[in-house]
Nanobody, 117 residues
Framework: QVQLVESGGGLVQPGGSLRLSCAASANIFSFYVMAWYRQAPGKQRELAARITPSGSTNYADSVKGRFTISRDNAKKTVYLQLNSLKPEDTAVYYC???????????WGQGTQVTVSS
């Protein structure tokens, strides 16, 4: 019933910026906790940023101060602004929706971010 579609990834120079978008197809999107995860080559998937329905946010220490998560409930979209990108930020970035108790999380297909000179 819920689908997530990411966009905005690409190849960026170190120090550059990208803005990722995740569009949801849910009538009650405003009630979901939304998050961005990432999986770098050879590493496990990790939480990068999370935002609650009320707008509270938290970030991984590795991205704090450089990434910003936000949401537009009217557009049913969550964003991740990536600034001051480093080569170690290279990963597939996945949108995630926590629907509710007893309901499995919904994942997007992922979008590739590559930071390289």
């Amino acid at each position: 019933q819920v689908q997530l579609v990411e966009s905005g990834g690409g190849l960026v120079q170190p120090g550059g910026s990208l803005r990722l978008s995740c569009a949801a197809s849910a009538n009650i999107f405003s009630f979901y906790v939304m998050a961005w995860y990432r999986q770098a080559p050879g590493k496990q998937r990790e939480l990068a940023a999370r935002i609650t329905p009320s707008g509270s946010t938290n970030y991984a220490d590795s991205v704090k101060g450089r990434f910003t998560i936000s949401r537009d409930n009217a557009k049913k979209t969550v964003y991740l602004q990536l600034n001051s990108l480093k080569p170690e930020d290279t990963a597939v970035y996945y949108c995630n929706a926590q629907i509710g108790i007893g309901i499995p999380d919904v994942w997007g297909q992922g979008t590739q971010v590559t930071v390289s000179s």
